[in-house]
């Protein structure tokens, strides 16, 4: 649907965006992720037509940005994460004048779409309402119709759950959810759970690059690669604490993850072949009188992949 090779944007002399290559299937649910200023909403400008690149190439259906800017538009749905409404209007009146300016007329054909919109959107008890009294979560909905009005194929949202309290985000959720079991959707954010939740696949992107690209099940499965034990123990030192663990193994990775007092020791173990050796270290410790006040397994989560992905580029 979407293939992006070498795409570039320089503002002046500051590289914004550099050599980003990534490819979008039809029907896919893709999620962009980056810290503030990684160069997310530029990438998301410049795919929907509205940022010409300073380079590299965008084609959407075969059709190839700039050459085909307006065909493509006319492809996109898109919301930018400030919604572009115009606060003195009713919602009912917003609608017919986005209608008007996307070419739809006829008002049979318009209250057709409405009804469609107000479905999906959530938009029916508001209708009457004018815009600057809604809440930004309803506001959000009202500008996912004004994006969708076309019935576009592709959708392109910027941080659509941006501000919005949990209730909200879940709501944008589900919509965004509705929408992609029929549409192609892109959209950016920097709240994990919400891509983890939503998105087919993920693009991290940092300083303007990619630094990942994969399924959230692909990413998940790398972090349950990549488990350590948390330790912490009540009455030894670190020399002595590191001294009774290499007995189980001399090739454990053992780290000091707290300073601690003098009698607590806590520690981050990773051992040989992602080996759980708990029961190994409860029998050694039992041994001693020194008391376990920690003893947990975790895998490293998306949150903690994003922030080494995006602290290791920095």
């Known amino acids: 649907m979407i293939d992006v090779q070498d795409l ?50 965008i084609s959407v259906k075969n059709l190839h940005i700039p050459e085909d800017t307006l065909r493509i538009k006319s492809l996109i749905g898109y919301l930018p994460e400030s919604a572009p409404l115009y606060h003195n209007m009713l919602v009912y009146d917003y609608l017919v004048y986005v209608a008007k300016l996307k070419g739809i007329i006829d008002p049979g054909k318009q209250m057709e779409r409405f009804k469609t919109l107000a479905d999906l959107c959530g938009l029916s008890k508001i209708m009457d309402k004018p815009i600057a009294t809604l809440s930004k979560g309803l506001k959000q909905r009202v500008g996912l119709a004004h994006a969708m009005m076309t019935d576009p194929e592709i959708l392109v949202l910027d941080e659509p759950t941006s501000g919005l309290d949990p209730n909200q985000i879940a709501e944008i959720r589900d919509i965004i959810r509705n929408i992609g079991r029929e549409k192609t959707i892109i959209f950016s954010t920097h709240i994990l759970s919400e891509a983890e939740a939503t998105c087919d696949r993920i693009v991290i992107i940092n300083n303007g690059k990619v630094v990942a690209d994969d399924t959230t099940a692909s990413l998940k499965q790398k972090g349950m690669q990549d488990s350590f034990i948390r330790l912490t123990l009540k009455g030894p030192d670190l020399k002595a604490a590191r001294d009774l663990l290499k007995t189980i193994h001399p090739a454990l990775d053992i780290r000091l993850t707290a300073p601690g007092e003098d009698t607590l020791v806590s520690l981050e173990i990773r051992s040989p072949e992602n080996k759980d050796i708990r029961s190994d270290i409860f029998l050694a410790v039992k041994q001693t009188d020194w008391i376990i006040l920690e003893l947990v397994k975790e895998s490293q989560t998306l949150e903690n992949i994003f922030k080494k992905l995006t602290q290791k580029e920095a």
Request: glycine share 14%; charged share 15%; net charge positive.
């Open 8 to 57: 570039t944007k320089y503002y002046t002399d500051f590289c914004a965006v550099d050599h980003i290559n990534l490819s979008v299937q039809p029907g896919e649910i893709l999620g962009l992720l980056g810290p503030n200023g990684a160069g997310k909403t530029t990438t998301l400008r410049m795919l929907t037509g509205y940022f010409k690149p300073t380079s590299g190439r």
